[in-house]
């Protein structure tokens, strides 16, 4: 009798346990068109499980990603109560875990081990726990705080990546288990961050690009189109207070103004894909436009999100990769931090979502190859496998003009290349809009590269990110008295005062206009801009041209700035060179005691080091760096300051980098035209001690008839030979014939622009 009762217990033990396996099989059987759905899909981990260990690339990046996970697994779990800002424990821990959350997640679709679909869980299930009790986050500084981060945006960040996470355990987790993530954790956090945080979320930013993407994909795993709808189209007009300030550089919205993800592609991306914030904040903002985008391709192939505004996304991807460096490193316009490059995992993705998507263009798979790895998903079996099977060819970049605005016509960037694509000589000019709250006042700016180094600088943006000890790893109050200001950038200043006064909203209002832009000659390319807002009264005009020519060692450039005003004026024009001074060709005095440049705009940061004058026509300033030497000759008059100047004055905490400039000061003037050249020439041999052309070609630059219609410089190298630039300042069409007599000698062109040698 014992032995029946206890082998009915048995029958019945056995029987539930079988019933809940069957019961958890069918669950899985009823989801299977559904989950994994939101980057990788049910599809793409068949394709991978077939292709193990014959995949180079991908099973390379397998390997590290299982071996980092394995050993993050290994210490447990961490969701302390939040409380530090960026760089601070409790911040890079939360950030660690939304790394390994969505990585963990990917492992357990492809290798099929439950440990990582429990660890996705059991962290979920902590933050579960500690989510509803969370209050804002005790640090007060953003405009929109967070819960678990000090703002909103990392918030958005976190729930990005472990959607991803969530999505590839949907199955595997029971439906209690799901309805307790979903109702006190997910939706929770989807509704803070969008109907709780209206400030965060409805605007036109990369800010709310990451909350939009945030809650458009946890909606897409949840099948919540509540959210999704949010999420692409904004929150509702009687949700929003007409006027309300975002306390970050602008309005939350007006009336009638398109929010959401949809008008987070249309407002910031130009047609050419360059997003108005500047390559380091679009570089930041790819990663939650593609990543949703590729989670609607996948969910809502209706929406066609890929084709929207006439396949801008895509665009972007091929916009960045062109505004990079010979070392893969973005150009630092508008807030950037020098260094941020195409190895980012940002890039990472984009750049693989874009060869899966966008017609499997050979050329990026050279990029994916110097990335190193590729996305464990649909997009990155897909790039290795084609990489594997010899389909790679080059990234060819070339010089190029990237319009900005959303219909193009809002200025934009000039790039110029020359030479190897690894020794390449870059020229940079900036003619954009201001680049919402993270625009500098730099109308016409420039930076200049050779072999990948910087020659002449644009400073970036004053911040140490994620660094807890610089200001919480935040941005510092020297991005606002220094970064931002007109006189950190290689453009002219006008009576010591930054571009619109350094005024947000009346910076907003206005754009650069280019000019010209012609790369299609082999030895002779030219960008000109104009600007007419950044001083009332006051018209800015810069044309900068690369020459290649065989009796100079590197092509040389040739840069006119000219300016007209209503009023007389001082103009500075700095140059910030890097490097050590070789020689000047004029004598300066340095002071006893090092003193401010001026009291404000940006000049309070600078120290004066150097002050002269020059009796010569022609002011030459030759210095050295990474190997080679550099020449500036400019036109001067006897009356003109020359200073010598390095950021660090009034810098007590040291957050500034100790750079120098070179500053052409032009006083009591109503119209100047600034004329320089700048030469690239020889090398110095560190290890035979040798040095080679160590001084410029260039033995004099002229300005030889300028006024409102025409201006023409005559340069004149030490051979003798001479280089005739003329440029039509008022007509820039192509088609145009003009006629000008220069110091008695006739000349005829069509264009806007005639180069004579």
Known sequence: MKFKLLLICCCVIIHSCKKEDINRELKQKANTAEHPCLILTKKGVVQIKS?????????????????????????????????????????????????????????????????????????????????????????????????????????????????????????????????????????????????????????????????????????????????????????????????????????????????????????????????????????????????????????????????????????????LLNLTDSDGEFYPLNDAQKGMSYYSRELVSAVDIAYYVGGNDPALLSIIKKQGQVLLDDSGIAAALAIRDGKSKPFLKKSIEISDGPDGLEGGIGVIRFGNPDKELNLVMKYTAHGNSHGHYDKLSFSLYNKGHEVIQDYGMARFVNIEQKGGGNYLKENTTWAKQSIAHNTIVKNETSHFKGDFETGSKHHSEGYIFDASHPNFQIVSAKEHNAYQGTQLHRTMVVVKEETFDNPFIIDIFKVDSQTNSQYDLPFYYLGQIMSTNFSYQAPKQLQALGEDNGYQHLWEEGFGKN??????????????????????????????????????????????????????????????????????????????????????????????????????????????????????????QHTLTVKGVPYKWNGPFNFIK
């Open 615 to 736: 009796d010569e026509v022609n002011t030459k300033v030759s210095w050295f760096s990474n190997h080679s030497f550099y020449t500036l000759t400019t036109l001067t008059s006897k009356g003109d300051d020359l200073i010598f100047a390095r950021i660090g004055a009034n810098d007590p905490e040291f957050n500034l980098r100790r750079d120098p400039v070179f500053i052409i000061r032009k006083k009591n003037t109503n119209a100047v035209t600034f004329v320089s050249t700048i030469e690239t020439h020889g090398n110095y041999d560190p290890v035979s001690e040798i040095a080679k052309n160590a001084s410029g070609n260039i033995l004099e630059v002229k300005l030889v008839h300028d006024e409102a219609d025409y201006t023409a410089v005559k340069i004149i190298d030490k051979r003798k030979e001479e280089f005739l630039l003329i440029l039509s300042n008022q007509d820039n069409s192509k088609e145009t």
């Open 51 to 319: 292709q193990l260990g014959n995949v180079p690339l991908f099973d390379e990046t397998l390997a590290k990603t299982k071996t980092e996970v394995d050993a993050e697994i290994a210490t447990g779990i961490h969701v302390p109560i939040p409380k530090d800002f960026s760089g601070g424990y409790t911040h890079e821990r939360h950030k660690r875990n939304f790394l390994f959350l969505q990585k963990a997640g990917v492992l357990f679709q492809i290798l099929e081990d439950e440990k990582y679909a429990i660890y996705v869980r059991d962290v979920l299930m902590a933050y579960t726990k500690m989510y509803p009790t969370l209050p804002l986050h005790p640090q007060t500084r953003s405009y929109a705080r967070g819960k678990i981060f000090w703002q909103c945006l990392n918030d958005s960040n976190w729930l990005v990546y472990t959607s991803q996470a969530y999505d590839c355990i949907y199955e595997w987790l029971s439906e209690g288990e799901r309805n307790t993530l979903e109702n006190n954790l997910f939706k929770p956090l989807a509704n803070f961050l969008s109907e709780g945080s209206p400030q965060f979320f409805n605007r036109v930013h990369n800010h709310s690009t990451w909350g939009n993407a945030a809650v458009g994909m946890i909606g897409l795993v949840m099948n919540d189109e509540d959210l999704i709808t949010k999420a692409l189209y904004g929150l509702r007009e009687d949700n929003i207070k007409e006027g309300s300030k975002d306390n970050d550089g602008g309005l939350i919205k007006k009336v009638g103004e398109k929010t959401g993800f949809l008008a987070n592609i249309e407002a910031p991306f130009s047609p050419d894909g360059y997003y108005t914030e500047a390559p380091y904040y679009q570089r930041y903002a790819m990663y939650p436009f593609m990543l949703f985008a590729q989670g609607l391709h996948n969910v809502k192939p209706e929406l066609k999100i890929y084709e929207y505004k006439n396949g801008v996304l895509l665009k972007a991807v091929d916009a």
